[in-house]
C-alpha cells in the first residue's frame, strides 16, 4: 500500500516493463538465428513500434496521476512476422545481418535501462540513508 | 566572558547559510535563508523531474540521446547530494549550538 | 531470460550435426564400395532441419529430425581399368557429392555457428547487466 507508492514513484515500474519487452524480444532473436537454416521457416518478432506507443500513452496516464498509482504490467507484447523480402531456395526467410544487429540494439538497450534502474534505486537507497556516504 | 561567545554563534550561524539575516531583516526585501532553502529544493526537484522525463523519454523510444540521459540524471544526483549535505551541515551546526551550555 | 542460451546451444548443436555429415561427405568423395564390400558408391546424406528443441517441440529452438540421403544419380566417369566399372559400357559409378557444393555448405554452417556463439554472448552480457543492480547495494554489507 503505502510502500508501493513509495517505492513505484520514480521511473522503476516504466524501466522494469521495457525491461521485460528486450528480454522477450532477446529470445526471440536468439530463435530466428538458430533457425536460419530451417526449411519453411519465417521469421518472427515483437513489434517495438507498438509497444513504445502504448508505452508513450501510459507514460503520459501516470505523469497526470499521483505518483505510484498507474502500473504497467498489462501492456501486451505482439509477435509479428515481419516480411523483410528475403526467400530462400527451401522457404526461410531469415535474414541474418539484420538480425544480427537488431540483437546488439536489443542488448545495448537492455544494458542502459537497467544502469538507469539501478540509478534510481540508488537515488532512493540515498535518500534513505540520510547522510552523504 | 559573555561578550566572547557572540562571535561564536556568529561565526557559526555564518556558517550555515548564504544569508545569515534569518528573519530579523526580511522585511527589508532581502531574501531570508528560509527562502534561500526553498528555492535550492525547488530547484532539485525540477532537475529530478527533468531527469525522470528524460528516462521516460528514452525508454519510451521518444528519443534516442543516452548521453543526455545520463548527463541529466548525474546532474539530478550530485545536486541532490549537494542538498544533503547541506542538510547534514545543518543539523550537525543546530546540534552543536543546542549543546552550549547557557 | 536462461532459455534463451538453451535456444542458441540447440542452434550450436543442430549446426554441429550438418558440419558433422558434411565432413563424411568430403571423406567419402570417391567411395564406389559400402560398407560390405559390395559395389555400391556411397550417396551423399544432409541433415533435415526443423523448429522446435530436440527434447520438446513445442518449445523454441532447432532440431535435426533425420539425416536423409540425396536421391540424385550417382556420377559416372569413363574408366574401364577400374575394378568396379562396368564391364559391358566402362562406366565407373562414384558418390553424387560435389566438393563445391559441400565446401559451400559447411562455409555457411560454420557461419551460423558462429553467430549462434554470438547470441550466448549477448545473453550472458545482458545476464551480467542485470547482476550488477544487486551488486552496488551488496558492495556495502556492513551499512544499511
Known amino acids: 500500500m503505502f510502500f508501493d507508492q513509495l517505492l513505484n514513484q520514480t521511473n522503476g515500474p516504466l524501466l522494469e516493463r521495457v525491461l521485460s519487452f528486450t528480454a522477450a524480444r532477446h529470445k526471440l532473436l536468439a530463435e530466428n538465428i538458430a533457425n536460419a537454416d530451417t526449411p519453411d521457416y519465417r521469421q518472427k518478432d515483437l513489434s517495438v513500434d507498438a509497444f513504445n506507443q502504448m508505452l508513450q500513452q501510459r507514460a503520459a496516464e501516470s505523469d497526470s496521476a499521483p505518483p505510484g498509482t498507474v502500473g504497467f504490467d498489462d501492456i501486451d507484447e505482439a509477435i509479428t512476422y515481419p516480411n523483410n523480402g528475403i526467400l530462400a531456395h527451401d522457404g526461410n526467410n531469415v535474414a541474418m545481418e539484420q538480425l544480427v544487429s537488431d540483437q546488439a540494439k536489443n542488448a545495448l538497450m537492455h544494458n542502459v535501462i537497467v544502469e538507469l534502474l539501478r540509478q534510481q534505486f540508488q537515488q532512493l537507497q540515498a535518500a534513505l540513508k540520510d547522510h552523504v556516504s | ?102 | 531470460m536462461f532459455d534463451a542460451l538453451d535456444i542458441s546451444s540447440s542452434g550450436l548443436q543442430a549446426q554441429r550435426t550438418r558440419l558433422d555429415t558434411i565432413a563424411a561427405n568430403i571423406a567419402n568423395l570417391n567411395t564406389t564400395r559400402n560398407s560390405a564390400g559390395q559395389p555400391i558408391p556411397y550417396r551423399r546424406k544432409f541433415a533435415v532441419f526443423a523448429p522446435g528443441q530436440a527434447s520438446d517441440p513445442t518449445q523454441p529452438g532447432v532440431r535435426v529430425t533425420e539425416i536423409s540421403t540425396d536421391p540424385s544419380p550417382y556420377r559416372k566417369v569413363y574408366d574401364p581399368s577400374n575394378k568396379d566399372a562396368d564391364p559391358a559400357t566402362g562406366m565407373v559409378q562414384f558418390p553424387n557429392v560435389d566438393l563445391s557444393v559441400e565446401y559451400v555448405n559447411a562455409l555457411e554452417a560454420s557461419r551460423a555457428y558462429e553467430a549462434n556463439v554470438t547470441t550466448m554472448e549477448v545473453t550472458k552480457s545482458m545476464i551480467n547487466a542485470s547482476l550488477r543492480l544487486l551488486a552496488w547495494s551488496l558492495k556495502r554489507p556492513g551499512q544499511m
Open chain 2, 1 to 102: 566572558m559573555v561578550n566572547g561567545i557572540t562571535p561564536n554563534v556568529g561565526a557559526v550561524a555564518g556558517a550555515t547559510g548564504a544569508t545569515a539575516k534569518s528573519g530579523a531583516a526580511s522585511g527589508s526585501g532581502s531574501t531570508s535563508f528560509a527562502d534561500t532553502l526553498k528555492s535550492s529544493i525547488d530547484e532539485v526537484s525540477r532537475l529530478q523531474q527533468d531527469a525522470s522525463k528524460a528516462v521516460e523519454d528514452l525508454a519510451t523510444g521518444k528519443s534516442e540521446n543516452v548521453t543526455g540521459v545520463m548527463t541529466a540524471m548525474e546532474k539530478s544526483d550530485l545536486a541532490f547530494k549537494t542538498l544533503l549535505a547541506i542538510r547534514s551541515k545543518l543539523m550537525d551546526a543546530y546540534d552543536e549550538i543546542k549543546n552550549i551550555p547557557v
